[in-house]
């Protein structure tokens, strides 16, 4: 404002884009003010002076943009040595929303509050290993998932007793094997010798 007393003719113009600061880049090419700015590949440079190629749509990069145009202006003046470097972070150069700091704050309050309240729930625990062949070695196969025969009584075994043996035999060799090819024969001869009145198909324990 030319009225106060304050006022001072600017030297200089730093813009971050063109396109949207196209009001005082046109102003000031009417004064004859030089202009540096900060220009996309996109970016209008009519009355740019010094473009600066960034990417000026990310509010990151053009924090950091700031960053390296203040450090380097502060080495120009001698104010900091090149060679040590700069303790300002650039993030001091991000743009954050008061709203969201306070919000940001709120909730990591909130949730170290809750941290200590809250106790921390036990680990996982696996469960013990299940022994698969802790069972007891099945030897005969041919007898595996059979009930146990009920002892005969002193009627029925003395038949039984006098009754040839099997005339089949296990063996690890199955061609060795004994049994007959006769299926009818061999039940042939237990069916003539068992008793009459003991045929009823079945154990007479009732």
Known sequence: ?????????????????????????????YANVPIIAFANIDSPTKFID??????????????????????????????ISRDMPWEVMP???FYRDPEE????????????????TVAKAPDFVAPDKEDWGADA?????????????????????????AAPAAAFQVTEDW??????????AASAAPAEQAPA????GGSSQW
């Open 50 to 79: 010094i473009s600066i190629p960034c990417n000026n749509k990310s509010t990151n990069s053009i924090g950091l943009m700031w960053w390296f145009l203040a450090r380097e202006v502060l080495r120009l003046r001698g104010s």
């Open 175 to 184: 061609a060795a094997q004994t049994e007959t090819s006769d299926w009818a």
């Open 137 to 161: 070695a099945v030897t005969d196969w041919a007898a595996d998932g059979q009930p146990a025969a009920a002892p005969a009584p002193a009627a029925i075994a003395a038949p039984v007793a």
């Open 101 to 116: 700091v306070e919000k940001e704050e709120r909730e990591k309050a909130e949730a170290a509050a809750e941290a200590h």
């Open 1 to 29: 404002n030319q009225i106060q007393t304050a006022f001072r003719e600017p030297r200089l113009l730093l813009i971050t884009d063109p396109r949207s600061d196209h009001q005082p880049v046109t102003e000031s090419s």
């Open 91 to 93: 993030d001091l150069f």
């Open 197 to 200: 009145a003991n045929t009823w």
